[in-house]
């Protein structure tokens, strides 16, 4: 890690300085790949630019607060973005809106079926019953099946 760290600010020597991501990405993959796990990296106010790679490690890091002062650093879907705090709609939102009339329609394409079809709702619940009886069955077999078996136990 102390790697890392000369990498972003510059080590003894006096070389440059890492300018973007990729450059401190690339000085520093083994170091970033052989990691096991990476709680906290914080890359705020070193003029980074470019894409965040795509590794498990970097992934992790939801921070927004640890890509501060980095304007061109790329994506800027971490954390909150300046869409989200204009108010406009995210995709979040069409994903909940859209999990919503699913299961609503979901659910009164069954339901209602249920309740306008006599037939259906009568074969439906007769299937119900059936399942619950069978299953009632094997727990009571089980238990007899059990209660033999200790009882074996016991007399030997």
Known sequence: MK??????QGDRQGSQAVKTIQ???AHGKSLVTSLT???????SYNNLSG????????????DASIYKGNPGLLPKDRGTTEDDEDGSL???????VSMGLGFIFGFWAV???LAIKRS???????FLDKTKDRILLVLALN???LQRMMKKMEDN
Do not use: M, V
């Open 3 to 8: 790697r890392a760290i000369e990498l972003l």
């Open 23 to 25: 450059e401190f990405y």
């Open 37 to 43: 796990s990476l709680s906290h990296l914080n890359l």
């Open 51 to 62: 894409p965040i790679p795509l590794t498990k490690q970097l992934q992790t890091l939801n």
């Open 90 to 96: 995210s995709d979040n939102f069409w994903f909940y």
């Open 111 to 113: 339901c209602g079926s």
């Open 120 to 126: 259906w709702r009568r074969s439906y619940f007769e």
């Open 143 to 145: 238990a007899a099946r």
